[in-house]
């Protein structure tokens, strides 16, 4: 079974880490942990900016996703030391290029988390379950808390 698990952040990657640590896989397993790397927007302000200093973004934000990539495989492969993981950085924007890997890698399965910013999904993780070639399963990294009610004595005059 071909799993691919997109990470975004290092908060994502702990939390995955831990559902992936705790699901009850099969034996035959191959895990592709996925980041990817947003491009600096050519019609932004970023846009503005001299091309050494962009190229210094994208070099830092690449740099941030082998660090978090790296730690979710170290993750799986200590719980998992027969399993198969391997690690990919791709630059793009992150719904149609993880649509695009799953169908490339012929995956089986996508895990994705979701920064839980309307209703159950992010974007992202909406239109990756709208257009994924294979089942997906969203795991929430960040539980949206009750909103605290403050007893407040209101005086109209």
């Known amino acids: 079974m071909k799993v691919v698990v ?3 952040d290092a ?4 939390t995955l880490g831990a559902f992936i640590r705790n699901y009850p896989w099969p034996t ?6 996925a980041h990817i790397v947003q ?3 050519v019609n932004s302000f970023m846009s503005l900016l001299p091309a050494p200093l962009t ?4 070099e830092e ?8 990539v790296k730690r979710l495989s ?10 198969r993981v391997s690690e990919v950085l791709i630059e793009g924007d992150a719904k149609s290029e993880i649509v695009s890997l799953l169908e490339e890698s012929d995956a089986d399965l996508v895990v994705l988390g979701s920064h839980v910013k309307t209703a159950m999904q992010g974007s992202v993780s909406r239109a990756v379950v709208a257009h994924s070639p294979c089942s997906a399963m969203v ?3 960040e539980q949206r808390e009750p909103k605290k009610t403050k007893d407040k004595l209101h005086i109209i005059v």
């Open 74 to 83: 170290d993750t799986i492969k200590e719980a998992f030391p027969s399993a």
């Open 6 to 8: 997109p990470v975004q």
């Open 39 to 41: 491009p600096v927007l």
């Open 55 to 58: 190229l210094s973004i994208i």
């Open 11 to 14: 908060k994502c990657a702990d």
């Open 61 to 68: 934000r690449t740099r941030e996703g082998e660090v978090i």
């Open 139 to 141: 795991i929430p990294i």
């Open 28 to 33: 035959d397993m191959e895990f592709q942990v």
